[in-house]
Every structure is written in C-alpha cells, then in structure tokens.
C-alpha cells in the first residue's frame, strides 16, 4: 500500500552567516546551510531520512500537528 504525501512544518531561523531550519514535529530533525534555499533542500532530505528511519526501527512516525500564527504588537 502506498503512503500518502504528508506535510511537516519547517521553522526556518536566520542566523549570522547562515540560515538554520527545524521540524517542531519530529524532534532532532535539524539543519543548517548558508542560503535559505540550502537550508530548505536540507531539511527537506534530513525529514525523508528521518522518517525513513522511524519506520525501519519500528518506531511511530509523528503526525504533523504544528501550526503558525502570527501576532501583530
């Protein structure tokens, strides 16, 4: 049976000289690269072989549950 696509929020943080991005959903699962877009073709890769392997442990692979909001002050 096929997987169905699923989306995982990316927290996406510049930093100095570089740019950092995270999964809030799947703890541990973290990168940095020196552009935005690295940073994001990263974590796009660092998400698949994390819950690449999640599912080759045995382990429950976490549903996406966080959101974004912003306030205005």
Known sequence: MAT???K???VIEK???SFGAYVP???????VGETREEA?????????LH????REQGSA??????????VQV
């Open 4 to 6: 169905l696509p699923v």
């Open 40 to 48: 994001l073709q990263l974590i796009r890769e660092a998400v698949e």
């Open 25 to 31: 959903d799947l703890p541990g699962c973290a990168v």
């Open 61 to 70: 692979v976490p549903e996406p549950a966080s959101t974004t909001d912003y």
């Open 8 to 10: 995982y929020l990316v």
């Open 51 to 54: 819950v690449a392997s999640l």
């Open 15 to 17: 930093g100095g000289n």
